[in-house]
């Protein structure tokens, strides 16, 4: 297998944003290959989740190279609902460590704040099984339901959850291309308006525009992709056993780390996919960063911030930074780089050398794991 | 009155799914008929208040276990009081399962939830009434 570098990368601000996606992918892409110093890459692999429905238009893959002056580069594009992005990576890495390509512009983004929430609600929750979609069930209602057994067979506690929320705010504070840059406190996130009880609106990802972009190359470069994991599980969240764990996570985190020749032990820092507060909390436990039952315990006692033992989404993660979903995976990539080259600003761990990126797509049926080294 | 819910199950792993599925979604077999009684345990709740378009607020769904294995998504009434583990009837009316014992006012309010035309929203009031009244006279009569 080839090694796989990242030799640049990009990212727009993300928010509320008024050009289109195009414009906003072309944005980030443009920074990454300025900064891999390459004036086009020999492929491209586009992550958008849902172009046809948010922006009305379809062969986006086609629609973004043309758009960036890429007409002639082969662009296909890649879905898995809200981990498209990880997914794109993947795809990207396995052309160049397959030897079929030297060079990959990988490009993610999604545009969705000119809908209204309930229409924006509706799109994002047709990754979720059509007959549980009769019911109404959303993301943010699945949350519920799961969150709902984290904390009454797990005895997380309410406390817990909404420092995750606090915590990963704090990290937006200190990252300029957050959507949210500023801090809130537990008595706010517990007195938020409730969403999905007991989700409340505070423990969940806002709705973001943005893009992000890396460019994978076969020549070495600072960063290495050490391993990529890609775990899968029932499109039905009532054909499983389990609801407070994510075997699509186990799984993918099994297979990156086999790849990788390392497990969880010698992890930096961590972007993890916590769109909702609670599953940054049962991912750290699903990806073997923290003993099983202690992810709470370690949240509140810092382990997780900035300063702590193993820094958890030092860009703000999907809480603050934002998440323009299939941007969000390719985001993740960009902040453990930036990280890995001590490019972070007020918000850089210091001495990184291992970094993990962990996607969820749809509810946690397509998830990714990617490790990342300095090399 | 229990309803009786149309299954199916795997033939290799024994799980039971419903609505009935052609394959097991974890091994690639076909799965046979079953049937599973309407009743079972809450497994997890929530009140959705920014239901998606097509749903009013607040909209109370559950997951409930049956006896038998299977899990099932439904509508309520209402989730106030309600705990995990909560034993719970279902009954379907018009492909649409519903949790716990309902007086007819609270179905009333339950079906004006689902926004649609409301001469399909009163037919099927009516005709879940004329279940239960047929149901009891079956009751009676065994």
């Known amino acids: 297998m080839q090694p796989v570098f990242v030799a640049g990368v990009g990212m727009t601000r993300i928010g509320r944003r008024s050009e289109p996606l195009p414009a906003l992918m072309a944005e980030a892409a443009h920074a990454a290959l300025a900064e891999a110093g390459l004036e086009a890459p020999e492929a491209i692999v586009v992550a958008t989740m849902n172009p046809e429905e948010f922006v009305g238009d379809g062969n986006f893959a086609s629609n973004v190279a043309t758009h960036m002056g890429f007409a002639h580069v082969p662009a296909l594009r890649i879905e898995t609902a809200t981990s498209s992005g990880a997914a794109a990576v993947y795809t990207g890495f396995a052309q160049i460590a397959a030897g079929l390509r030297r060079t990959v512009l990988v490009v993610g983004g999604e545009k969705m704040t000119h809908l209204a929430t309930p229409k924006v609600s509706e799109i994002i929750g047709r990754s979720i099984d059509p007959y549980e979609r009769t019911y109404g069930v959303t993301m943010p209602a699945l949350a519920g339901l799961v969150t709902r057994v984290l904390m009454a067979r797990q005895g997380v506690s309410a406390r817990e959850i909404a420092q995750v929320a606090v915590k990963n705010h704090a990290n937006g504070a200190r990252n300029p291309l957050a959507h949210f840059q500023q801090a809130v406190t537990v008595e706010e996130v517990l007195e938020s308006r409730m969403v999905a009880d007991p989700l409340r609106l505070l423990h969940c990802c806002p709705i973001s525009d943005g893009a992000a972009a890396v460019v994978l190359s076969a020549e070495r470069a600072t960063v290495r992709v050490a391993g990529v994991g890609h775990g899968a599980d029932t499109l039905a969240v009532r054909h499983r056993r389990e609801l407070t764990s994510f075997a699509a996570t186990r799984a993918a985190a099994r297979e990156a780390y086999a790849m990788a020749g390392f497990g969880p032990e010698r992890i930096d820092l961590a972007e993890v996919h916590d769109a909702f507060a609670p599953f940054e909390l049962m991912s750290l436990e699903d990806l073997g960063l923290v003993p099983p039952g202690t992810a709470g315990r370690a949240t509140l006692d810092g382990d997780t911030a900035l300063d702590g033992r193993l820094p958890i989404n030092p860009s703000g993660g999907l809480k603050a930074r934002g998440h323009p979903l299939a941007g969000t995976g390719v985001a993740q990539i960009v902040e453990c780089v930036l990280q890995l080259t001590g490019r972070a600003l007020t918000r850089q761990v210091p001495a990184a050398t291992y970094a993990l990126a962990h996607s969820i797509g749809g509810l946690a049926t397509n998830n990714w794991v990617t490790l990342l080294e300095r090399a | ?142």
Not at chain 2, 53 to 69: C, K, M, N, Q
Not at chain 2, 90 to 99: L, M, P, T, W
């Open chain 2, 1 to 142: 009155m229990i309803e009786i819910i149309a299954a199916s199950k795997c033939p290799r792993c024994d799980i039971v799914v419903a609505p009935p599925a052609t394959y097991c979604p974890h091994h690639p077999v076909a799965m046979t008929p079953a049937t599973l009684p309407g009743i079972g345990e809450v497994v997890s709740f929530t009140t959705l208040h920014t239901p998606p378009t097509g749903f009013r607020s607040p909209l109370h769904i559950a997951i409930v276990e049956l006896r038998g294995g299977g899990r099932f998504v439904c509508h309520g009434a209402d989730t106030r009081g309600l705990k995990i583990g909560a034993r719970v009837a279902i009954e379907a009316i018009d492909n649409v399962y519903y949790f716990s014992h309902l007086g007819a006012m609270e179905r009333a309010r339950l079906f004006w939830r689902r926004t649609g035309h409301a001469g399909d929203r009163v037919n099927a009031i009516a005709r879940s009434l004329a279940k239960r009244v047929w149901k009891g006279r079956q009751r009676a009569a065994s």
